[in-house]
């Protein structure tokens, strides 16, 4: 038996991301779940904030932002940022970051993948902006890289938000594609 609710914003699991964002002497990292890929080719990428936030007005301005992937050492940190407006609290002072490659905006050295991104369009949705971007760079930690270059984030500890609570992904369960595939 399914229980019926009202339309809501309950999807689950998003990521639990930091975003950054910066122009001329002023900086900032904001928490978002609303944010995700939209598109392959060309890489595409979409933050939703709301027009009232702090962190809005820079990116409207810059033009840009990052992307910073948490894993489960930075539930406390990502909760905090989301807490507290960087319109009082310098929020990255408590976080190392790292020159991104493209953008202005920092990358957090914690964070295991940072996707940089130029804002390419703007929509207006009702409470939220919806900022959709070209991913210009990808950066990622070292460690969670093999000798070929291919990305393993098994161990990065990822983390995401779910219904007002933050959750360790937990093992992986196969590889895209692995439903169909032939056995040798």
């Not at 369009?121 to 000798?147: K, P, Q, W």
Request: glycine share 8%.
């Amino acid at each position: 038996m399914r229980k019926r609710l009202e339309g809501s914003t309950l999807f689950a699991p998003v990521p639990a991301a930091l975003i950054t964002c910066a122009e001329e002497n002023v900086k900032n990292v904001f928490t978002a779940a609303w944010t995700g890929i939209v598109n392959t080719r060309p890489p595409m990428a979409y933050v939703s904030v709301r027009p009232e936030r702090y962190s809005y007005d820079i990116i409207k301005r810059s033009g840009e932002f990052v992307i910073n992937l948490t894993t489960s050492k930075m539930a406390k940190v990502t909760d905090l940022c989301g807490m507290k407006s960087g319109r009082k609290y310098d929020k990255l002072s408590r976080l190392e970051t790292v020159d991104s490659q493209v953008c202005k905006a920092p990358t957090l050295s914690l964070s295991p993948v940072s996707l940089e991104c130029k804002v390419e369009r703007e929509i207006d949705l009702g409470s939220h902006t919806m900022f959709i971007a070209n991913v210009v760079c990808v950066t990622v930690d070292e460690r969670y890289t093999d000798s070929k270059g291919k990305i393993n984030l098994e161990q990065a500890g990822l983390m995401a938000y779910s219904h007002g609570g933050y959750f360790a992904l937990g093992r992986k369960l196969g590889d895209f594609g692995f439903s169909v595939r032939k056995k040798k």
